[in-house]
Protein backbone atom coordinates (compact mmCIF):
# COMPACT_ATOMS: atom_id res chain seq x y z
CA UNK A 1 0.00 0.00 0.00
CA UNK A 2 0.67 3.75 -1.08
CA UNK A 3 2.12 5.80 2.19
CA UNK A 4 0.99 9.43 1.68
CA UNK A 5 4.42 9.79 1.64
CA UNK A 6 5.56 7.83 -1.37
CA UNK A 7 2.98 9.43 -2.71
CA UNK A 8 4.26 12.71 -2.19
CA UNK A 9 7.71 11.89 -3.24
CA UNK A 10 6.56 10.20 -6.61
CA UNK A 11 4.38 12.92 -7.49
CA UNK A 12 7.20 15.65 -7.05
CA UNK A 13 9.56 13.23 -8.42
CA UNK A 14 7.07 12.87 -11.97
CA UNK A 15 6.71 16.56 -11.84
CA UNK A 16 9.87 17.50 -12.69
CA UNK A 17 9.65 15.80 -15.67
CA UNK A 18 8.17 19.09 -17.77
CA UNK A 19 11.31 20.87 -16.67
CA UNK A 20 13.18 18.99 -19.16
CA UNK A 21 10.99 19.49 -22.45
CA UNK A 22 13.02 22.35 -23.43
CA UNK A 23 16.53 20.62 -23.51
CA UNK A 24 14.74 17.71 -25.26
CA UNK A 25 13.04 19.81 -27.89
CA UNK A 26 16.53 21.79 -28.30
CA UNK A 27 18.30 18.26 -28.64
CA UNK A 28 16.28 17.44 -31.31
CA UNK A 29 16.00 20.48 -33.38
CA UNK A 30 19.77 20.33 -33.06
CA UNK A 31 20.48 17.03 -33.89
CA UNK A 32 18.56 16.62 -36.58
CA UNK A 33 18.12 20.12 -38.14
CA UNK A 34 14.86 20.45 -37.71
CA UNK A 35 12.61 23.47 -36.39
CA UNK A 36 9.45 22.27 -35.35
CA UNK A 37 9.02 23.65 -31.85
CA UNK A 38 9.73 27.28 -32.43
CA UNK A 39 7.00 28.34 -30.46
CA UNK A 40 7.24 26.43 -27.61
CA UNK A 41 10.87 27.03 -26.01
CA UNK A 42 9.64 28.67 -22.90
CA UNK A 43 7.32 26.11 -21.81
CA UNK A 44 9.70 24.70 -19.15
CA UNK A 45 9.77 28.19 -17.95
CA UNK A 46 5.84 28.41 -17.90
CA UNK A 47 5.58 24.98 -15.85
CA UNK A 48 8.19 26.41 -13.70
CA UNK A 49 5.91 29.56 -13.18
CA UNK A 50 2.45 28.13 -12.75
CA UNK A 51 4.62 25.55 -10.35
CA UNK A 52 5.90 28.67 -8.28
CA UNK A 53 2.54 30.17 -7.60
CA UNK A 54 1.47 26.23 -6.51
CA UNK A 55 3.99 26.47 -4.12
CA UNK A 56 3.37 30.29 -3.20
CA UNK A 57 -0.22 29.43 -2.38
CA UNK A 58 0.56 26.11 -0.13
CA UNK A 59 2.82 27.85 1.59
CA UNK A 60 0.30 31.10 2.15
CA UNK A 61 -2.15 28.24 3.43
CA UNK A 62 0.80 27.34 6.39
CA UNK A 63 1.19 30.90 7.06
CA UNK A 64 -2.86 31.24 7.60
CA UNK A 65 -3.08 28.71 9.50
CA UNK A 66 0.16 29.12 11.91
CA UNK A 67 -1.40 32.67 12.45
CA UNK A 68 2.17 34.51 10.83
CA UNK A 69 1.84 37.99 10.58
CA UNK A 70 3.76 38.42 7.50
CA UNK A 71 1.16 37.24 4.79
CA UNK A 72 2.46 38.95 1.98
CA UNK A 73 6.15 36.98 1.88
CA UNK A 74 4.91 34.10 -0.44
CA UNK A 75 3.24 36.59 -2.63
CA UNK A 76 5.82 38.05 -3.28
CA UNK A 77 7.56 35.81 -5.73
CA UNK A 78 4.05 35.37 -7.90
CA UNK A 79 3.51 38.50 -8.38
CA UNK A 80 7.01 39.39 -9.43
CA UNK A 81 6.85 36.43 -12.01
CA UNK A 82 3.83 37.75 -14.06
CA UNK A 83 5.01 41.09 -13.69
CA UNK A 84 7.83 40.06 -15.83
CA UNK A 85 6.07 37.17 -17.96
CA UNK A 86 3.46 39.87 -18.63
CA UNK A 87 5.68 43.37 -18.95
CA UNK A 88 9.45 42.13 -19.13
CA UNK A 89 11.95 40.13 -21.99
CA UNK A 90 11.95 36.86 -22.06
CA UNK A 91 15.67 37.17 -19.88
CA UNK A 92 14.45 38.77 -16.89
CA UNK A 93 11.12 36.00 -16.93
CA UNK A 94 13.28 32.85 -17.56
CA UNK A 95 15.51 34.31 -14.27
CA UNK A 96 12.82 35.43 -12.17
CA UNK A 97 11.45 31.95 -12.62
CA UNK A 98 14.85 30.53 -10.95
CA UNK A 99 14.33 32.81 -8.02
CA UNK A 100 10.78 32.47 -7.60
CA UNK A 101 11.45 28.40 -7.06
CA UNK A 102 14.28 29.50 -4.69
CA UNK A 103 12.57 31.91 -2.92
CA UNK A 104 9.83 29.16 -1.88
CA UNK A 105 12.52 26.61 -1.20
CA UNK A 106 14.13 29.01 1.23
CA UNK A 107 10.44 29.66 2.79
CA UNK A 108 9.77 26.09 3.27
CA UNK A 109 13.54 25.44 4.92
CA UNK A 110 13.98 28.57 6.97
CA UNK A 111 10.11 30.24 7.78
CA UNK A 112 8.80 27.14 7.99
CA UNK A 113 10.67 24.85 9.35
CA UNK A 114 8.71 23.81 12.02
CA UNK A 115 5.79 23.52 10.01
CA UNK A 116 6.95 20.94 7.33
CA UNK A 117 8.79 17.25 7.89
CA UNK A 118 12.65 16.61 7.98
CA UNK A 119 11.72 14.10 5.02
CA UNK A 120 9.54 16.65 3.25
CA UNK A 121 12.04 19.14 3.62
CA UNK A 122 15.10 17.01 2.38
CA UNK A 123 12.23 15.95 -0.59
CA UNK A 124 12.38 19.70 -1.26
CA UNK A 125 15.79 20.40 -1.52
CA UNK A 126 16.20 17.60 -3.97
CA UNK A 127 13.31 18.48 -6.19
CA UNK A 128 14.50 21.88 -6.31
CA UNK A 129 18.08 21.87 -7.54
CA UNK A 130 16.79 19.14 -9.88
CA UNK A 131 14.24 21.53 -11.36
CA UNK A 132 16.29 24.66 -11.33
CA UNK A 133 19.65 22.79 -13.03
CA UNK A 134 17.44 22.01 -16.51
CA UNK A 135 16.25 25.97 -16.18
CA UNK A 136 19.59 27.42 -16.14
CA UNK A 137 21.03 24.90 -18.69
CA UNK A 138 18.65 25.69 -21.06
CA UNK A 139 19.08 29.42 -20.23
CA UNK A 140 22.57 29.39 -21.52
CA UNK A 141 20.96 26.81 -24.41
CA UNK A 142 18.85 29.78 -25.39
CA UNK A 143 21.63 32.29 -25.46
CA UNK A 144 23.99 29.97 -27.32
CA UNK A 145 21.19 29.37 -29.87
CA UNK A 146 20.96 33.30 -30.29
CA UNK A 147 24.42 33.91 -31.46
Given amino acids: MWTVKKKVILLSCLGVIPFYSDI ?3 LINNFYNVKLFQQINLMSYFYGALISCFLCGMQWIKFIDKKKKNLYIPMI ?3 LLWISFFFLDEIFFQLTVIISLLWCLIIDISIL ?5 QWFKKMRIIITIAAILPLVC ?3 INKINEI
Fill in 77 to 79: PTI
Fill in 138 to 140: NLF
Fill in 113 to 117: KQVNK
Fill in 24 to 26: LIN
